[in-house]
């Protein structure tokens, strides 16, 4: 059963708008949401990712959202680029007993901004 | 400093085959894992490793069996490849339990 879904398999904007995409979990035990960025024929890279005890964080042009009570989080990429275009995984962890976080991953949705 | 490196980049394997996946990472990095991803099913975990000589499964372990002898390397074994396990599959390292840094991907196809 998925627990982190991702409903937008894609998403189209135009250069200098908003991008927002969206992800919705199911597990109240997550306590840490991250967004990861992934190019084609590469490994998902790190963008920008909150804790629970947060609503929102910030990193220059993303912003990520976070609403316990609805269990969803979104990203916010404001002015979007063409640079941008990519698949967006989000992802969630958990503490396990041997203290590791492993992370659950959304299915992605796929990014394109035109220029 | 290379990060987390992978290899092969591409495998063929026929079916009933064994092979190892290398994982090596240069950041003195703890905490290491592999997962997988399949169309429309996202990443999913198969094994990690919180250090040297401590390993444990994920969600879909079965098939693969790891080890972690050293803090550098996680090899990733398929004793007996199956159709099944055609994927791309990922490893990563983090040091703190919260990022993780991902390597570029192995596409493995079983015939």
């Known amino acids: ?27 109240s ?9 992934k190019y084609p024929a590469e ?3 790190f963008l920008i990712s909150i804790s629970s005890i947060k609503d929102k ?11 316990k009570s609805a269990k969803h989080l979104s990203l916010h990429i404001v002015p979007s680029q063409p640079g941008d ?7 969630a ?23 | 400093n290379a990060g987390v490196t992978q290899t092969p980049k591409f495998q063929v394997l026929k079916t009933g085959q064994s092979m190892t996946l290398q994982c090596a990472q240069d950041m003195n990095h703890e905490y290491m894992s592999w997962y997988r991803q399949d169309p429309g099913m996202g990443l999913r975990l198969i094994h990690y490793s919180v250090g040297a000589g401590i390993t444990d499964q994920g969600e879909v372990p079965n098939g693969y069996n790891v080890s972690r002898s050293t803090t550098e390397d996680f090899p990733l074994r398929l004793l007996s490849a199956a159709p099944s396990q055609t994927s791309v599959y990922f490893c990563a390292s ?3 339990t919260d990022t993780q840094y991902f390597g570029p ?7």
């Open chain 1, 93 to 115: 962890s958990r503490l396990f007993q041997t203290g590791a976080n492993n992370l659950f991953f959304g299915t992605g949705t796929r990014l394109t901004v035109i220029p």
């Open chain 1, 85 to 91: 275009s990519a698949v967006y995984f989000c992802a």
């Open chain 1, 43 to 45: 490994g998902p890279t």
């Open chain 1, 29 to 37: 035990m997550f306590d840490y949401f991250l967004w990861y960025k």
């Open chain 2, 94 to 96: 983090s040091q703190n």
């Open chain 2, 105 to 111: 991907g192995t596409r493995l196809t079983v015939l």
């Open chain 1, 57 to 67: 964080n910030e990193d220059g042009r993303f912003t990520v959202f976070l609403n």
């Open chain 1, 1 to 27: 059963d998925q627990q982190v879904k991702q409903n937008s398999p894609s998403l189209s904007v135009q250069e200098g708008r908003i991008s927002i995409l969206n992800c919705d979990y199911t597990n």
